[in-house]
């Protein structure tokens, strides 16, 4: 106790984890995965391979890997709305998009004040529909991700789409190049992680907090809430208690409510995204550079 696939730095940790569980290994061959979303009326988990501008589809009834679309407009983070639609932030579509029930891709956002959006990174939905995502220049610094061009907005933002209106609203302007986001589980805290460090010499690569205005629509300042030990934080999810489950350069870090680094999984990959799936959200998908791994937990992914 416990298998080696664990760290374990506080004891709170261990309440979390299956002692003998381990990681699989479900799929290899990718060239950066990213951004997975388990879709549970289809038993099945899409990630993104965006070098490769696909999105690849595991199933859950039988362990197989397809390829669910081709180009894919760089795919980049996915998730799911209220209604189990998937979101999807487009790099060469530089969008936020909505996969309709009859199978059409329908644009939300791609510009802001008149202006393109970069290359949307990562996004989350709130109990009230709106949809927050994150804008960095990944996608756009080079044609390796998407289709190289100078950022029209000049800056890289998280914002916010109305449910009600479609308008897009700045929420965020103080970071290098946001990256992941989640909400606390009363929707208190946005959490965004700050990856410029990929740009700027001692630049940030660590993770903000900003608490949500009463009105739900924007957010106070922010505050640092934990410094990524190992590389970069990407994307993140919480948990029900609160958790924050961050991919990181060895692995993934569990941070509690208050900041601390409760222990890690370590993958043996560059860890950028995981998400919670299964029947019981009770297993972490995480995507690791090449390869899709999971783990079984003893806690559960939120809802969404
Ligand atoms: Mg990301």
């Not at 391979?49 to 407009?73: K, L």
């Not at 969008?95 to 199978?103: F, K, P, S």
């Amino acid at each position: 106790m416990p298998a080696s696939d664990f760290e374990i730095f506080d004891p709170r940790f261990t309440s979390m984890i299956v002692g003998n569980a381990h990681v699989d290994k479900l799929f290899t061959g990718c060239r950066w995965s990213e951004g997975p979303v388990y879709v549970p009326a289809g038993r099945y988990l899409l990630w993104s391979d965006i070098p490769n501008d696909r999105v690849m589809r595991w199933d859950e009834t039988d362990g197989s890997v397809s390829v669910f679309e081709q180009p894919a407009w760089n795919a980049n983070g996915h998730t799911l709305d209220r209604q189990g639609r998937v979101l999807s932030c487009e790099h060469r579509g530089r969008a936020v998009t909505r996969r309709e029930h009859d199978g059409s891709r329908k644009v939300l956002a791609d510009h802001f004040e008149g202006q393109r959006l970069n290359s949307p990174n990562d996004l989350v939905v709130k109990s009230d529909d709106s949809i927050w995502f994150t804008d960095p220049t990944y996608g756009i610094d080079s044609d390796y991700e998407g289709d190289a061009a100078v950022s029209e907005i000049g800056a890289s933002n998280v914002y916010r789409i109305d449910p009600q209106t479609g308008a897009v609203t700045a929420v965020v302007q103080d970071m290098v190049r946001p990256n992941g986001l989640a909400f606390s589980p009363d929707e208190r805290w946005l959490y965004v992680v700050d990856t410029g460090f990929t740009h700027v010499a001692d630049g940030p690569r660590l993770l903000r907090r900003y608490e949500v205005a009463a009105d739900g629509l924007s957010v106070g300042n922010g505050q640092v809430f934990a410094t990524c030990s190992a590389r970069l934080f990407d994307g993140l999810r919480a948990d029900v208690q609160g958790n924050l489950w961050v991919g990181a350069g060895d692995g993934v870090h569990c941070l509690a409510p208050d900041g601390t680094l409760l222990g890690k999984i370590r993958v043996p990959e560059v860890v950028a995204n995981v998400c919670f799936g299964g029947p019981k959200r009770n297993r972490l998908f995480i995507c690791g550079t090449t390869s899709l791994y999971s783990i079984y937990l003893k806690t559960q992914g939120l809802p969404r």
